[in-house]
């Protein structure tokens, strides 16, 4: 089983819709948990992290539940500009000193 | 400028060669990592690094040497290239292990 699974998607969704994408991950004892977002051919950028009280950055929610292994990403009133692929990401617990795992990505496209 | 910084962002070499990818950072991070990402792999740690000379092996180090004698530089040399480390590679790091990572802008390494 890997680390972290997501669902590869694609997602592909109209303007002003709202999209959710879900992550598990399999060590009970990770840490600290985030969402990078990577555009085509860049390099993976810090969307936001994600606490067990959920979170929200404008558009953006994270939630996690640490019971069920699972964290997840919606996106409100989807814009073009949110085409990208989303990386759940994972710190392993105890003496991983932050490494950080990835997910395989989620590609979402937004159309006009 | 202060950030981080990869070189070269292209790279063609020939099978055997030995072949070095830098990486460079401005702010003092304890933290340095070397990722490459392949598609159906997504990102993968090669090696990790939480201080200079302290450097510890990530998921798929074979093949890869690293240094770090000064805290901003972080250094990943492929001793002598095949062509399945063909990939691109992300340096990133982090002022502590449990926080998001700041990547590079990737090395994109073409082994012929």
């Known amino acids: 089983r890997k680390e972290v699974e997501q669902d590869p998607g694609p997602f592909n969704v109209p303007e002003g819709a709202t999209v959710a994408f879900n992550c598990t991950y399999s060590?009970?004892?990770?840490?600290?948990f985030f969402w990078y977002r990577q555009d085509c051919r860049k390099e993976p950028k810090l969307l936001m992290s994600?606490?067990?009280s959920g979170n929200e950055d404008g558009r953006f929610t994270a939630q996690l539940n640490r019971a069920s292994q699972y964290i997840s990403l919606l996106i409100r009133d989807s814009k073009l500009s949110d085409s990208a692929t989303y990386l759940c990401?994972?710190?392993?617990?105890?003496?991983?000193?932050?490494?950080?795992?990835f997910g395989q990505g989620t590609i979402l496209t937004v159309h006009p | 400028d202060a950030g981080i910084t990869q070189s070269p962002r292209y790279k063609i070499t020939e099978t055997g060669r030995q072949v070095t990818l830098m990486c460079h950072q401005t702010w003092s991070h304890s933290y340095m990592f070397w990722y490459r990402q392949d598609l159906g792999h997504g990102l993968r740690l090669i090696y990790y690094s939480a201080a200079a000379d302290i450097t510890d092996k990530g998921e798929v180090p074979d093949g890869y040497v690293v240094s770090r004698s000064k805290t901003e530089n972080f250094p990943l040399t492929l001793e002598s290239a095949t062509r399945s480390q063909t990939s691109v590679y992300f340096c990133?790091?982090?002022?502590?292990?449990?926080?998001?990572?700041?990547f590079g802008s990737g090395t994109r390494l073409t082994v012929v």
């Open positions: 994600v606490y067990s």
């Open positions: 990401v994972v710190t392993p617990g105890g003496t991983s000193y932050g490494k950080l795992t």
């Open positions: 060590n009970s004892a990770s840490q600290s």
């Open positions: 990133a790091s982090s002022t502590s292990g449990q926080m998001g990572y700041t």
